[in-house]
């Protein structure tokens, strides 16, 4: 059945090397013939899909759908929620340590309901809500009623001028070499899809490499110190083009799976890149796993910049804290028995494959 919600799209016509704006009539045929109830709009500059976003709420709209990458997706995320002043949220101490200040405000609206047509170069998110990336199987998904309420993350960090900053985002942010590679990736080629791009971008970041001198602290407890490869926060499962980085996380568990990736030399890297995308990278005894709504993170060096990934994205860089805010988001998804992962399976999976936790 369609037609169930009022529905605003957010179209970013260069996602996926273009191809969005190339598929745009079919895309448009598709979705008018299941919604009725549309209209959309094209972004025409960075963030300005968090803005269109803002105003289809404000003006009503019941559901926002997101036309294009992770990139696409985190800034119409953004726009379901009031910006944030990131002074009023965070904090940074003494010692470096970014620090809360303040729950952030709520979201917009709490019956809005966020949708997505994956079309970009990555697309990860897909991943997480088992979507295969087919456009029909998406309109299809608009067109129906089920949604699902997912836990929403928050970092507070530096942004490239130095100045704090605070963003949302609902699938994983990490800092370290996979800042590094996304750097690369979104600079590069990106024609041969998600897999090649970030692949390519990977082994151009090894070349000049060296693991971060980090302190972590999870909750109010565990920290942890150290050279270390990375840290990845994940509220989703998959990052870089289909990596099943954290093969443990749930979407709507109320906490973050946290890997984090220790003192792995970069020789050793392209042979653990296939075990990644399996999800068997964490059995490694340098890598643990751990659970918590709140990770700290920063450099006990500064030789270099640690460079911080965001939904595909990269902002900024350490230091950052990480915060969740459990269901916060109403995410439309396929029927239930259709989910690619249930909320209690990633949990049973992780406990068997990661070495340790919090």
């Known amino acids: 059945m369609a037609g169930h919600f009022s529905t605003f799209v957010v179209v970013n016509p260069t996602a996926g090397a273009g191809s969005v704006a190339r598929q745009w009539q079919l895309i448009d045929r598709l979705l008018r013939s299941t919604i009725p109830e549309l209209a959309y709009a094209f972004t025409e500059a960075p963030g300005h899909a968090t803005l269109l976003t803002r105003e289809a709420l404000r003006a009503g709209w019941e559901m926002v759908v997101s036309v294009g990458g ?95 900053a605070t963003r949302f985002f609902v699938n994983i942010s990490s800092a370290g070499f996979s800042g590094r590679v996304v750097d690369f990736a979104n600079r590069g080629w990106k024609g041969g899809g998600g897999r090649l791009s970030f692949f390519l971008a990977s082994l151009r970041a090894l070349a000049s490499w060296s693991n971060l001198e980090m302190a972590v602290r999870l909750d109010d407890g565990v920290e942890i110190r150290g050279r270390m490869l990375g840290l990845i926060v994940a509220n989703g499962g998959y990052f870089g083009g289909g990596m099943w980085i954290a093969p443990g996380a749930s979407l709507d568990d109320g906490q973050f799976e946290v890997v984090v990736l220790g003192d792995l030399p970069r020789w050793q890297l392209p042979g653990l890149l296939p075990r990644i995308y399996r999800g068997t990278h964490v059995k490694d005894a340098r890598i643990s796993c751990h659970h918590a709504r709140q990770v700290s993170v920063r450099l006990t060096t500064a030789a270099v910049p640690g460079l911080i990934d965001l939904d595909g994205e990269q902002p900024g860089c350490l230091p950052a804290m990480w915060n969740l805010q459990p269901r916060e988001l109403r995410l439309k998804v396929r029927a239930s028995r259709e989910l690619g992962q249930s909320s209690s399976t990633p949990g049973r999976r992780a406990k068997e494959m990661c070495g340790s936790s919090s």
């Open 70 to 164: 992770d990139g696409t997706l985190n800034e119409v995320i953004n726009g379901f929620c009031e910006q944030s002043d990131p002074h009023s949220c965070y904090r940074i101490d003494e010692e470096g340590w970014i620090s809360r200040r303040a729950s952030a405000p709520p979201a917009l609206s709490s019956a809005a309901v966020l949708g997505m047509l994956p079309l970009g170069t990555g697309s990860d998110f897909r991943r997480s809500i088992g979507l295969s990336g087919s456009l029909r199987q998406g309109v299809e998904m608009l067109a129906g009623r089920e949604t699902r309420h997912v836990d929403l993350g928050q970092i507070g960090y530096l942004d490239h001028r130095g100045e704090l």
